[in-house]
T-cell receptor, first 115, second 117 residues
Framework: QQQVKQSPQSLIVQKGGISIINCAYE??????FPWYQQFPGKGPALLIA?????SEKKEGRFTISFNKSAKQFSLHIMDSQPGDSATYFC??????????????FGTGTRLLVSP | NAGVMQNPRHLVRRRGQEARLRCSPMKGHSHVYWYRQLPEEGLKFMVY????????ESGMPKERFSAEFPKEGPSILRIQQVVRGDSAAYFC???????????????FGPGTRLTVL
């Protein structure tokens, strides 16, 4: 119930293409869904996040789509660039009174954008 | 404003030794979280601390692992009698003071990569 399932494990996209990473969860108490970007040898950095009362959030080339009824959310990277090559993690945070503040992470997607 | 600082960045220990990992949160942040990342896996929550208090240690192994966040100084994650399975990247994150319904971002440090020989 505390798991977040992420797919695909790896992804190769051509420069200018759209990268799509999907996540699914079971625990309906999750109330915050961030995406993190991690470069080799670095810590994760917050990319974009969404609350469950919103179905979509866009920041620049990055968009989160959220389907509450299906308990799924996805990250779309438009016009993918070689500099986007990194590992992406979805995460979810249990609501207050159920482990508030700790993040549950997906297993990661290694994205490679070819020039 | 310096980010979350962790040291050492790399730590090599032999089986049975102790490992001490340090984390200095961002200025003004009073909440610290430790996560462990095994190779090719996502981050797993270990412990959440505020100054001088452990708030949630539900992800900490019951033996050999301990964490503290003293009134003065960095947060420390301590692993006693390390075994090969402890080899991983350990990340610390911090966030500012938060209320129950807020959505404060957790800022991650660069991690400490522990190798147990």
């Amino acid at each position: 119930q505390q798991q977040v399932k992420q797919s695909p494990q790896s992804l190769i996209v051509q420069k200018g293409g759209i990268s799509i990473i999907n996540c699914a969860y079971e625990n309906t108490a999750f109330d915050y869904f961030p995406w993190y970007q991690q470069f080799p040898g670095k810590g994760p950095a917050l990319l974009i996040a969404i609350r469950p009362d919103v179905s979509e959030k866009k920041e620049g080339r990055f968009t989160i789509s959220f389907n509450k009824s299906a308990k799924q959310f996805s990250l779309h990277i438009m016009d993918s660039q070689p500099g986007d090559s990194a590992t992406y993690f979805c995460a979810a945070r249990p609501g207050w009174n159920t482990g508030f503040q700790k993040l549950v992470f997906g297993t990661g997607t290694r994205l490679l954008v070819s020039p | 404003n310096a980010g979350v600082m962790q040291n050492p960045r790399h730590l090599v220990r032999r089986r049975g030794q102790e490992a001490r990992l340090r984390c200095s949160p961002m200025k003004g942040h009073s909440h610290v979280y430790w996560y462990r990342q095994l190779p090719e896996e996502g981050l797993k929550f270990m412990v959440y601390l505020q100054k001088e208090n452990i708030i949630d240690e539900s992800g900490m192994p019951k033996e050999r692992f301990s964490a503290e966040f003293p009134k003065e100084g960095p947060s420390i994650l301590r692993i006693q009698q390390v075994v090969r399975g402890d080899s991983a990247a350990y990340f610390c994150a911090s966030s500012p003071t938060t209320g129950l319904s807020s959505y404060n971002e957790q800022f991650f440090g660069p991690g400490t990569r522990l190798t147990v020989l």
